[in-house]
């Protein structure tokens, strides 16, 4: 344990603790929109169309957060324009979006001169290199989200569990989707530094689907998420920081971990006590 | 005669091309029981839409409680035919009742007391009052469209949708649905899309056949011209066997 703290003692070590805690904190609240709304596709090709902004930002000489940022935002509200007008071909147009996002990003490091910008700190993270500038701005991005969050948060759960419903009751639901979309966008970029954009999807995936069996209300849901969130992180960072291994892949490792122990604790839950719902309607 | 509730004019609807209502008109007056009924692709659930305002037509008008359907939607209840699929979704009853609650602005922000006191009526109307907090997923079928019949109830509507409300629900919670809805008619307008009908002869007070074109009813009876357009086989529905049936010859055809 005292190496762990002695650990502490460096600021890069500081620093990854911190944005991953901030990550978690965001993965467990837009997570569980993502997980009942049915975006993790959808999410999974902001992410990996974002790398299409590290690209732009290094061929255009910008700060890669801008680019990083400003890319995951335009994808998602095309993405959400899309989905809006068209929802039989979202998944096909997501996809290519997906792809060529990547490959723009690829070729445009390819045709920046003398730079050959390091494609695996954002395909698996760089949680160890996080400067103190990303950290305000993870900062500014989760006050944000939780202001958003809390100010729409019946809309959300309205419009996540019957959106034609929830649009009859004045619900401004097609707004609030871009809006949702937009702040998985920020989500996404946020947990790109902590995990990289590849192991995006198992942070913003694995906590909620724990947390939903085990939650009465959506709000506990992110709550829960949260939580799990922050204890796979932790616990991660503490791994990968002890057996010297790559942090994002070993934070996911601990969530698929989690992941496999509560469904086996659900099927023996189910074996010994049985279920006094009744049955399901088909 | 009755107030108009619902006063639709000369209205034209269609998808990608394809006309689904053409020349509409029908009148809903205040206190009926109106039964819509149609073939599959007929248009009932589009002529419903428009009057929720969910679809705007292509061309006339839609007038709930003189208003425009989007104005009128906070004096209006909706069961919509398939709500809430997710049976997963954490959510309690109480918070599935509250939706139905109009907000907006910043009250949006939480739910005053006169907000949790209907939803608390109107569940207790629907016997729901006791499982409040249960989660809606673990309900049976009948318990939940109870759920649902109160989330319309609780914004104390004067005109109440209800499109295919008798989806996942057996015969016995069927005659109970439709006694507790001619209960609530009393009070209540009630336009009700259905293909059951035998609901259609017992229960409601009138009958629009959407099919293309609108043929409204004032009396609650299933002429053989609008089982021919709702179902091009009459004699099927005869196998079904539909005693209290009457048939009778449309003045119009």
Redesign the interface.
Known sequence: MTDVFAALGFDFMRNALLAGLMAGLTCGIIGTLVVVNRLVFLSGGIAHASYGGVGLAFFFGLAPALGIVGFAILSALAMAAVTLKAKHRADTVIGVMWAVGMALGVILIDLTPGYNADLMSYLFGSILTVPDSDLWLMLALNAVILLTVGFFYHDFLAMSYDEEFAQVRGVPVRPLYYVLLVMIALAVVMVIQVVGLILVIALLTIPPYIAERHAGSLGRMMGYAVVLNLVFTTTGLWLAYVFNLTSGATIIMVAAAGFFISLAVQRLRRNRVPSDAGPEPA | MNEPVIEIRDLWFSYNGQPVLTAADLTVREGDFMAVIGPNGGGKTTLIRLM???LKPRRGTVRVLGLPPDKA??L?G?M?QR??H???????VM??V???????GLT????ARADREAAQRALERMDMWPLR?R?VG????GQRQRVYVA?ALV?EPRVMFLDEPMA?VDAQGQTEFYELMKELNRSVTIVMVSHDLMAVSSYVKSVACVSRQVHFHDRPEVTESMLKMAYSCPVELVAHGLPHRVLEIHPDD
């Open positions: 929720l305002g969910l939607a906070p209006t909706y919509p709500p809430g997710n049976q997963g979704f954490p959510v309690s918070d599935v509250l939706m139905g609650r109009p907000r907006s949006r922000l939480r739910y907090d989660r673990e309900l049976s079928g989330r914004s996942n």
